[in-house]
C-alpha cells in the first residue's frame, strides 16, 4: 500500500499507547523505554505502546496504565479484540532498552533499560509470541516511525562512540554489537 495522501500523525510520549489505521504514522523517542509495535499485514491497522517500567510493584484497583509493559500489552490487546482481530495475526516488533548513562559503569544489565528489553521479550514469550524484528540494548536515544499502511518501523539513532562491555553480562544479546548496527536497521523492515 502506498502512503496516503493524508496522514494521521501521532507521537507517543513516555506510557502511551495508541492503535490507527493505514492512514496513521506513529512516532516515538525512546531512550532506556521500550515500544512495542503491532501491524496486522492483511487489514493494515496496529498499533504501539512506549513503557517505561516493566510493571507495577503492585497492582491495585486503579485503571491499567502503560507506563508499564505488561499493562500496555493488555492495552493494546483489548483494541486488537475489538477490531475483531487476534494478537497472533499481528506481526510484532520490539525496540529499545538504551543504556543513557553508559559512563555509569561497566555493566549494562542491572539498569533500567535491560530490564526493560528483557521483561519485553519475555512478556511476549509467555504470550507464545515471537517478535519478527527487535532493535534492544545500546546506547543512547533511538528515534522510531512506524508507517501503519506499510507496517514499515525507521529507526535512527546517533552514532556515538561504545564504552566497553562487561564480560560477565548475562544477557550479551543487549550489549551493542556494532558489526550488528547496521544489519539491525536493515533487518526492521524485513
Not at 84 to 102: H, S, V
Request: hydrophobic letters at 35%; a positive charge.
Amino acid at each position: 500500500m502506498s502512503e496516503p495522501l493524508h496522514i494521521t500523525d501521532v507521537f507517543l510520549r513516555p506510557g502511551d499507547c495508541c492503535f490507527g489505521d493505514g492512514r496513521t504514522r506513529l512516532r516515538t523517542l525512546l531512550g532506556s523505554c521500550v515500544a512495542i509495535t503491532l501491524w496486522h499485514p492483511r487489514r493494515h491497522i496496529g498499533g504501539m505502546c512506549h513503557y517505561m517500567l516493566p510493571e507495577r510493584a503492585a497492582r491495585r484497583e486503579t485503571p491499567l496504565d502503560g507506563k508499564y509493559a505488561d499493562e500496555a500489552l493488555t492495552l493494546l490487546a483489548r483494541e486488537i479484540a475489538r477490531r475483531g482481530t487476534a494478537l497472533r495475526e499481528y506481526e510484532i516488533k520490539l525496540f529499545g532498552g538504551g543504556d543513557m548513562f553508559p559512563s555509569a559503569g561497566r555493566c549494562v544489565q542491572g539498569r533500567i533499560g535491560a530490564k526493560n528489553a528483557r521483561f519485553g521479550k519475555a512478556l511476549l514469550e509467555r504470550q507464545g509470541l515471537h517478535p519478527k524484528v527487535s532493535d534492544l540494548g545500546g546506547y543512547g536515544h533511538r528515534k522510531l516511525i512506524f508507517d501503519l499502511w506499510s507496517g514499515h518501523v525507521w529507526v535512527a539513532r546517533p552514532d556515538k562512540p561504545l564504552p566497553e562491555v562487561c564480560d560477565d553480562c548475562e544477557i550479551r544479546d543487549l550489549c551493542f554489537d556494532p558489526d550488528r548496527a547496521e544489519q539491525a536497521r536493515r533487518l526492521v523492515n524485513d
